[in-house]
């Protein structure tokens, strides 16, 4: 597998001047993410499959080991904060369980029985996602998770950064981002691990700009939890509205901090029709506005 060669330019790097060794770790970095270029087609199709399996009731679930675990932790993670994205829609299988986030966990990725255990635990449907990585792309417990996932008829992602792998032959939407060897043989928290986190932010934002939680580049299901995104939501809100930010932050308070509702209040909806209109377009604000275009006009 490239991602645990030796690469020929860099045997030496350790005894590299150190702004050399940072100027060429730096340059795998840029590489790492030009690669992914590539796979935006699978990307893509991953990620409308999700959008239409996940709808308003199916879970995300992030499966990986030991860096590739943790990558996926991370995005997963942010999420709840930047989307609203529901907790109980949100699960984490791990090798070596929760003490994995933070610690090294010896053997836990070779066991296959946790894995199936494990998937089985969470009992997904076809309503659910699965994004499995690897940058290996063989890695028994990631592989042995998201087949026991797709046979119980989850939607199904793989990304590996190596070709021809089993994790990549067992996903229902593999996706493939070749990073080529490291600067440090096998320290796949560095190319590979990058390429990890861009994918898993493209994919799982594009999930949520599918599903309506972001509006003309703002994230409209923010929960504003501190006074900066507070600030934010009055921001948002007056944007959408076209209202003051005092207006904004009094139809807020009206709407116990929901700015989507708080911006359908400003515009003259009391909050009972606003949460109607809201539920009848699953959330989608564009949907909403389109509708009440569409409505003026005839």
């Given at each position: 597998m490239a991602t645990e060669e030796v690469d020929p330019r860099f045997a030496d790097l350790d005894a590299w001047a150190l702004a050399s060794a940072m100027e060429a770790m730096w340059e795998g970095q840029l590489a790492a993410v030009a690669a992914i270029g590539h796979a935006l087609p699978a990307m893509t199709a991953a990620t409308e499959a999700a959008y239409r399996a996940l709808g308003d009731r199916g879970r995300l679930i992030y499966v990986g080991a030991g860096t590739s675990g943790r990558v996926a932790v991370?995005?997963?993670?942010?999420?709840?904060?930047?989307?609203?994205?529901?907790?109980?829609?949100?699960?984490?299988?791990?090798?070596?369980?929760?003490?994995?986030?933070?610690?090294s966990v010896e053997g836990a990725e070779d066991d296959i029985d946790d894995a199936v255990r494990q998937m089985a635990a969470a009992e997904p449907s076809a309503h659910d996602v699965v994004i499995a990585v690897a940058a290996s792309g063989t890695t028994p417990f990631t592989v042995g998770a998201l087949r026991e996932a797709g046979r119980r008829g989850a939607v199904t992602i793989g990304m590996a950064n190596n070709p021809d792998t089993p994790?990549?032959?067992?996903?229902?939407?593999?996706v493939l981002v070749e990073t080529g060897r490291e600067l440090i043989a096998g320290s796949t928290r560095m190319k590979a691990g990058t390429a990890q986190k861009v994918v898993l932010n493209l994919i799982s934002t594009g999930i949520m700009l599918r599903l309506g939680r972001v509006?003309?580049?703002?994230?409209?299901?923010?929960?504003?939890?501190?006074?900066?995104?507070k600030r934010r939501a009055e921001i948002m809100v007056a944007r959408i509205s076209g209202c003051s930010e005092a207006q904004a932050a009094a139809a807020l308070e009206q709407t116990e901090g929901d700015i989507k509702t708080?911006?359908?209040v400003v515009l003259g909806y009391?909050?009972?029709?606003?949460?109607?209109?809201?539920?009848?377009?699953?959330?989608?604000?564009?949907?909403?506005f389109s509708d009440l275009s569409d409505r003026s006009s005839r």
């Open positions: 991370q995005d997963g993670a942010e999420l709840t904060p930047t989307f609203a994205w529901p907790l109980e829609r949100l699960r984490f299988i791990i090798a070596g369980g929760e003490s994995a986030f933070t610690t994790l990549l032959a067992s996903a229902r939407f593999p509006y003309r580049g703002m994230m409209v299901n923010m929960p504003p939890t501190n006074v900066k995104l708080a911006a359908l009391d909050k009972a029709d606003a949460e109607a209109l809201l539920v009848k377009y699953s959330g989608n604000l564009r949907r909403v």
